[in-house]
């Protein structure tokens, strides 16, 4: 280790007790400022996913009332919400927000997961 450089230093994941290295959860703060463009836009992303969503699953008028030519289509529909679900894991999960990256990878799935399943209820409620 080089004592004259400020920036070598042991990294911050690696915390030294009784001899033994523990990892621990790192936000990185820095890296972190981009989820503040970046989540928003999933959000303006995710608007027509969840329009698409809406009028392939009940198009024009509801699911129970359309009695029109045009059949609901749920392909359609959920992979508008895969589409939607995956954009909101790829922001969380190529951003470099949290370290270790297994699991910051977890949690981009979990969320984006569940965001997926957010726009499906919306779009099935609305």
Not at 68 to 84: F, N, R, S, V
Not at 102 to 113: F, H, K, Q, S, V
Request: charged share 15%.
């Amino acid at each position: 280790m080089d004592h004259g450089n400020k920036d070598a230093r042991p990294p911050p994941w690696r915390n030294c007790q009784d001899g033994a290295h523990r990892r621990r959860i790192v936000i990185q703060r820095r890296s972190a400022l981009h989820l503040l463009w970046a989540m928003p836009l999933v959000f303006v992303v995710g608007l027509p996913a969840l329009a698409l969503a809406r009028l392939s699953g009940c198009p024009w008028g509801g699911c129970r009332s359309w009695q029109g030519p045009y059949p609901a289509d749920t392909g359609t529909a959920i992979t508008a919400c895969i589409l939607a679900a995956v954009a909101m894991t790829l922001v969380l999960a190529l951003i470099p927000w949290l370290r270790p990256r297994a699991i910051r990878i977890a949690l981009a799935l979990l969320t984006g997961a569940c965001w997926g399943l957010v726009i499906a209820l919306i779009a099935h409620e609305l």
